[in-house]
Structure formats: C-alpha cells, structure tokens
C-alpha cells in the first residue's frame, strides 16, 4: 500500500481525534494509583473513549481484547488487561491506547511511574519520551523517514539502553496501521522522503538492558527478554514544511512547553 498523504479536511478531522485521545490520556493518568487492576483501567479508558462518541481501535484488533494496552515493568507493549493484575506503588505503567473518530484513527502511549520509582526508571521514562522529541528534529518534508529512525535510536543508545527491533512506528489514517513502517533504529537505507500530509504513528520502544524481547503465551504480551524495564512513548503527527504538527497532546502539555 501506498503512503497516503492526507488533505486538510483529513487532518482535520486527525486533528480531533487527537485531541480527544490526549484527554484521554491526562484522564486516566489521573485515576491510575496502586491497587488498581489493569482491567479497571481499561474499563475506564474505554468509557472515557466512548463518552466523546469515539470507538476504541485496538478493542477486536487481530483479536486483541481490550482497548487500552497496560504494560507493567518489563513489559514492552501490549500488555493484556486482567482483573487479576494490580498496580503496585513503585511500578513503571505503560498504557497505549488508540481511538477512531469521525472514521479518522489517533494512537498514543505513555510511561507513567506508580508513586515512587527508582531513579533510573523515571530517567528510562523521560529519556524514551525524549527520543520521540530528537526524531521530531527530522519529521519535516524534504527529510527521509529513516532520519526519525535514527536520530531516536542514536538518542537511546547513548544511554546504554536497548531500542526495540521487533516492532515499529506506522503510518495513521483511516487504518490504524498503513505504510510506512517506521523503526526506531538506525538503518542502512534513508526511506522515503517525507512530505506535507503525511500522518504518522511514531512510538520509540526502549528497554534497560537488552533490546531483544519475548512474546509471552498469551500470544500479545511483549516482554524484555532480560526483564529489564521498558518504556513506551508514542503520539501520531503530521509532516508540514515546517515543524511537525503533534496531535497527540493536550492543551496543557502544549501550554507546558514540551513542543516548542
Ligand atoms: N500502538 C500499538 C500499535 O501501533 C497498538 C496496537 S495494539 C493492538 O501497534 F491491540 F491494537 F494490536
Ligand atoms: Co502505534
């Protein structure tokens, strides 16, 4: 399949997608304490989903059961939630969640720590969040795909930490996942050339120690085959001609500054 570049109309309508997913997000980071089950914070992000009118994409996906991602420790993506997984004071949450508005498809994550964590899982939180933000230096038209890539992995790596292979950023639209693949790693070949339009799933998966990982039984959960910690940070743009348009994040996080 083709890379799509979307008209104004179509980001438009991604625009409130995004916007209603990064509400979303602050929601629940607002509820998430210990004791909770991962199944409560599906349920309550799926309620939160559906009270903008919105359908949880990943809910039946090549049959995922749920809506929002919950991924505990050393558990990279894709955590499945259950009633008998509680949150405890000191875990590192990942939650990934996408939604379909109007048609129009938003995905996003987020690491958050429980209460206390050690110092080194809140720097493996901020610095996987961070990579995201040295690919967003290269996400401009004109500039190839593989320059995102490896400007993150680039980041990451100088840290000592794992950058994650085995899954990829992607393409958004009116499918969740259309071309192009989008690693986090660097790569041989530049990809293609990014152009004003493009809508973009970019998800930096770090781990601790190695970036190799292991798909548990339940045949979704991703785990760090060394049980070191991970973090996920994602959120879906649009190329422009100048700096890209993130349409993952709240008012807040804008007025904040963490995209300037
Ligand atoms: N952000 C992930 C992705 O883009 C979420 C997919 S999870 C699934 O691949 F449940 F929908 F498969
Ligand atoms: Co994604």
Request: aromatic share 6%; hydrophobic share 40%.
């Given at each position: 399949?083709?890379?799509?570049?979307?008209?104004?109309?179509?980001?438009?309508?991604?625009?409130?997608?995004?916007?209603?997913?990064?509400?979303?997000?602050?929601?629940?980071?607002?509820?998430?304490?210990?004791?909770?089950?991962?199944?409560?914070?599906?349920?309550?992000?799926?309620?939160?989903?559906?009270?903008?009118?919105?359908?949880?994409?990943?809910?039946?996906?090549?049959?995922?059961?749920?809506?929002?991602?919950?991924?505990?420790?050393?558990?990279?993506v894709?955590?499945?939630?259950?009633?008998?997984?509680?949150?405890?004071?000191?875990?590192?949450?990942s939650?990934?969640?996408?939604?379909?508005?109007?048609?129009?498809?938003?995905?996003?994550a987020?690491t958050?720590?429980?209460?206390?964590?050690?110092?080194?899982?809140?720097?493996?939180?901020?610095?996987?969040?961070?990579?995201?933000?040295?690919?967003?230096?290269?996400?401009?038209?004109?500039?190839?795909?593989?320059?995102?890539?490896?400007?993150?992995?680039?980041?990451?790596?100088?840290?000592?930490?794992?950058?994650?292979?085995?899954?990829?950023?992607?393409?958004?639209?009116?499918?969740?996942?259309?071309?192009?693949?989008?690693?986090?790693?660097?790569?041989?070949?530049?990809?293609?050339?990014?152009?004003?339009?493009?809508?973009?799933?970019?998800?930096?998966m770090?781990?601790?120690?190695?970036?190799?990982?292991?798909?548990?039984?339940?045949?979704?959960?991703?785990?760090?085959?060394?049980?070191?910690?991970?973090a996920h940070y994602?959120?879906?743009?649009?190329?422009?001609?100048?700096?890209?348009?993130?349409?993952?994040?709240?008012?807040?996080?804008?007025?904040?500054?963490?995209?300037?």
């Amino acid at each position: 399949m083709a890379v799509t570049i979307k008209s104004p109309r179509e980001i438009e309508l991604m625009r409130e997608a995004g916007k209603i997913l990064a509400k979303v997000h602050a929601g629940l980071e607002k509820e998430l304490r210990p004791g909770m089950t991962t199944l409560e914070v599906d349920r309550l992000g799926e309620e939160m989903i559906r009270s903008f009118g919105c359908i949880p994409s990943f809910k039946n996906y090549n049959g995922y059961p749920a809506s929002v991602c919950v991924s505990i420790n050393e558990e990279v993506v894709h955590g499945i939630p259950s009633k008998h997984r509680i949150i405890k004071e000191g875990d590192i949450v990942s939650l990934d969640i996408g939604v379909i508005h109007k048609g129009y498809h938003s995905d996003a994550a987020r690491t958050h720590a429980i209460g206390e964590v050690p110092e080194a899982a809140r720097l493996l939180i901020e610095r996987t969040r961070q990579s995201f933000f040295e690919g967003m230096k290269y996400a401009v038209a004109g500039h190839h795909l593989h320059e995102i890539s490896n400007a993150i992995g680039a980041y990451a790596e100088g840290f000592g930490y794992g950058v994650v292979e085995d899954l990829c950023g992607h393409g958004i639209g009116t499918h969740l996942h259309e071309d192009p693949e989008i690693p986090n790693f660097r790569q041989f070949r530049r990809g293609i050339k990014l152009r004003p339009g493009m809508t973009l799933a970019i998800e930096p998966m770090i781990n601790m120690g190695t970036a190799d990982v292991l798909w548990m039984d339940d045949d979704w959960t991703v785990v760090s085959e060394d049980m070191s910690l991970s973090a996920h940070y994602e959120n879906t743009i649009v190329i422009t001609e100048g700096k890209p348009e993130i349409l993952t994040l709240t008012d807040t996080e804008i007025e904040a500054g963490i995209w300037k």
